[in-house]
């Protein structure tokens, strides 16, 4: 009788769930391992709607959001809360994703236990440890405790390289954010869907519409203010283009972004999506302005350029490819790049058609089956 490998795979925010559970999936589908899930519930309710929208239920769930959680208190309560949860199940493998808090401190505890942590979406870097913050040293700090590293890209199997990880503990699989999109944005079109609907009223009569997200903590303060600047300027001057702004919980946002675009009769001000209606978004919008990283990944295989609001990016093989756009926080150069992509068809067309780098959505196949050959 073989042995059954046994994973538990951590994670804690919405875009974290949206990665991972094209993988929980794909793990369930084999009977030589047995795969559990713990959620350290880092986001609470929009990690709750992805769960439910991949039919995933969390064997443990650590509960851990508080109001005005800090960095401090929320790292070490991820190390404490999963020791009982390692000690129970026991796992081989211990899986983490991207650069959250939740990352960084569950490979730590995994470690600790003395499993093998597994990196998905590994090897990301700008160099810059302020930026994004604390992301990029969370990448950084995951990326020395791990085992195995499941990188996008070559870009990404290079920068590990530079730190002397061995090559054959690193797999380039893709990003599993295209498996998820290219399963959500099939179904999401086939389900009745009352936030959709709500969605369909705001765009009509607009010939264009423009997805805006914005979250990110180095642009809170001044850099947000310019960003709600720029986008005053951009629905004023095109008054026939919709901007839609699901804006995000956090007072530093919804501060400056109530403040400076309420009132503005082409600019609608949501509530946060769930997950199946951002998807149905994105694929109607015509471009993306955003400081995410997972939309830069994900609005290239709708062939939707992206400007990013960020001075530097750990995804720069959209940047090299010309998928997406930095635009920092700077007001003039965003209004200047949406004015030219609105009304330059052969620069939109151009940037809208080229490749996807980060892959073809089989990157969870590709894991699930390198964990089998070990």
């Known amino acids: 009788m073989s042995y059954v490998k046994k994973n538990l795979v951590i994670f804690g925010t919405r875009p974290e769930a949206i990665k991972m559970a094209p993988l929980v999936k794909e793990f369930q ?12 519930a880092q986001h609470r309710e929009m990690l709750d709607q992805v769960l439910n929208f991949f039919g995933i ?8 959001m508080k109001p005005n959680q800090n960095l401090y208190s929320l790292t070490a309560d991820i190390i404490t809360e999963l020791k ?5 199940f026991k796992p081989d493998y211990v899986y983490v994703h991207g650069d959250t808090t939740t990352t960084m401190a569950a490979s730590i505890a995994g470690f600790y236990a003395g499993a093998k942590v597994c990196h998905v979406e590994a090897g990301l870097r700008t160099h810059d440890k302020r930026s994004p913050f ?10 020395r405790i791990a ?35 290219l399963y959500s944005s099939g179904k999401v079109d086939k389900m009745e869907n009352g936030e959709v609907q709500k969605l369909e009223v705001l765009l009509k009569g607009y010939q264009k519409m423009i997805l805006v997200t914005g979250h990110r903590r180095e642009n809170h303060g001044q850099g947000f203010i310019n960003i709600c600047e720029a986008l005053k300027t951009i629905a004023l001057q095109h008054p026939d283009v919709q901007i839609i702004y699901p804006v995000h919980l956090n007072p530093h946002v919804q501060r400056p972004v109530r403040e400076i675009l309420s009132g503005i009769s082409n600019i609608q001000l949501i ?6 209606a951002f998807v149905w978004l994105m694929n109607r919008a015509y471009l993306i302005i955003t400081d995410s990283g997972g939309v830069q990944e994900e609005a290239p295989s709708l062939g939707k350029p992206v400007l990013v609001m960020r001075d530097a990016t750990e995804r720069p093989e959209a940047v090299s490819v010309g998928t997406v756009i930095l635009v920092g926080t700077q007001k003039d150069k965003i209004i200047a790049e949406t004015h030219e992509l609105l009304t330059n068809n052969n620069k939109y067309h151009k940037m809208s058609s ?6 073809d959505g089989k990157a969870s196949e590709r894991i699930v089956n390198f964990i089998r050959s070990l």
């Open 84 to 88: 009982p949860v390692l000690e129970d």
């Open 134 to 143: 604390p992301e990029e040293i969370n990448r950084q700090v995951t990326g």
């Open 271 to 276: 509530e946060p999506l769930a997950y199946p």
């Open 57 to 64: 239920s969390p064997d443990y769930d650590l509960n851990l």
């Open 29 to 40: 589908k084999h009977k030589d391992f047995e795969t559990k899930v713990c959620v350290t």
């Open 147 to 181: 085992d195995y590293h499941f990188v996008p890209t070559q870009q990404s199997k290079e920068n590990l390289r530079i730190e002397n990880i061995k090559e054959d503990h690193i797999l380039i699989t893709g990003n599993t954010v295209i498996d998820a999109l």
């Open 354 to 359: 080229l490749h996807n780098p980060y892959g």
